[in-house]
């Protein structure tokens, strides 16, 4: 338990200390003009209370990413506490603020157009269809899970479940924000905290053991199959760091009344998210009894997070527990994934500088889009998944060199995002050649060696292009 409680509270400390150091580089403005209230449409820009736009970020970031993904790290064993404290603290919070406030101040862009400001054109070209497709991606493993459960609970059939979702998608995605998320999604939010607490509560007074951190063996059953580097850090996305979470920042930026909410927003709902990831990681080895215990029993039920997330909170919580289960497991989910669909939205929007006012217009962007995810959920659930979570890592190495570019622009200290864009640089490069999903190599030396070689060759490039990629001063009206 000592390992939990200083894990605990270095992340609660971080809020105040490393985030205030933040708010000192980004030299955060009181009096500068926001995007809400410069651009206002009544659609997507528009100001929105601090508190409310916290808990819709909070949601909008976490879905079930830091409940499954932390299930499924703390297979490794304990070593995953380190990973989601200090990524938490210094990449994924780090990741989260300084691309939000950069966001903030270039009118509520969506993230492809941010990139393209300080990485350069071709790069900007890349990321919008790259980006594109990882938030379908999103979209479609957002639906097809909270679906499937339904299914499963209501005997309906699958099909119909998903005919549901995909015209509430269809609806929270065309609707202006205040409609829905504005008003549904605090509440969601809320219940993922509660949600959260109770487990922790769960920790402390359900006579569970968390095992301490006595070693950083790896306690997966092969280790050989499931090396710490990289497995751990593209298993553990949500809770450490996440490129999707830049995705989602546009849609508050353009909702934020001042500068001064960038650390609660950006920051703390990052920070909120690796506390939450901390204590399913705790509890999931604290309920089986171990690392050990946890992957026996997940070989035992496929593997499946999902199963586990049920098991402890109705044994621990009963049916308060239960309705937590479907809270964590089918609301956050889908409310993720319209979101996603949100910002594909925004994407072509700002791609194709398509004024968002009008409802046809708005209209004519989303068809596409959910007609090609709509296609992709007739693909195998397993490919997608395993594609998205690297996607997802690499997404956050771009957003990483993007923060440095845009730190260099400033004339401000870049070490803060040098240092993890390199090491994610390297994680997302070991994960090719490691990952029977690409090279397949397996966690020989020669594989490590490899990435070590492409990692030099991507900070090379992305220093370069970094240099000469033309950083455009003051605001530009976003609107056709």
Known sequence: MITFFICLSLLVAAYFLYGSFLDRVCRIDPEAEVPSKRL?????????????????????????????????????????????????????????????????????????????????????????????????????????????????????????WLGIIVVYYFVATLMPIDKIIGRIYPLFGAALIIMAISIAGVILFGGYEVPELTTLANAQRDPSSMPVMPMLFITIACGAISGFHATQSPLMARCMGNER???????????????????????AMAFFHGADGLNASLAEHGNDAGWAVTTITRTTLGVAGGILAVLGVVAAPITSGDTAFRSARLIIADMLRIDQHSTSRRLAVCLPIFAVGIAITFVDFDVIWRYFAWCNQALSVIV????????????????????????????????????????GMGAQPLAYICAAAVTVAITALMLRISRFAPCKTGHEDVKA
């Open 40 to 160: 206002y449409d009544g659609v997507d820009y528009m100001p929105m209370p601090r508190w409310r736009i916290f808990l819709i970020q909070l949601l909008n970031i976490a879905g079930i990413g830091p409940i499954f993904g932390a299930v499924l790290g703390a297979c490794f064993g304990p070593v995953a506490f380190l990973w989601i404290t200090f990524g938490g603290i210094f990449l994924g919070a780090m990741h989260d603020y300084l691309s939000g406030v950069a966001i903030l101040r270039n009118d509520g862009r969506s993230l492809p157009e941010i990139v393209g400001r300080y990485l350069g054109g071709g790069v900007k070209q890349f990321m919008r269809w790259f980006t594109l497709v990882l938030l379908v991606l999103v979209g479609v493993v957002f639906l097809r899970s909270p679906a499937s459960i339904l299914a499963d609970m209501t005997g309906w059939s699958n099909y119909i």
């Open 261 to 283: 909410e960038c650390r609660s927003i950006f920051y703390g709902a990052m920070i909120s998210e690796s506390v939450i990831a901390l204590i399913w990681a705790a509890v």
């Open 400 to 439: 990483l060199w993007t923060i440095v570019a845009w730190l260099r622009s400033e004339s401000r200290t870049v070490w803060i995002a040098l240092l993890p864009a390199l090491f994610m640089t390297y994680v997302c490069s070991a994960f090719v050649f490691v990952s029977s999903q690409f090279v």
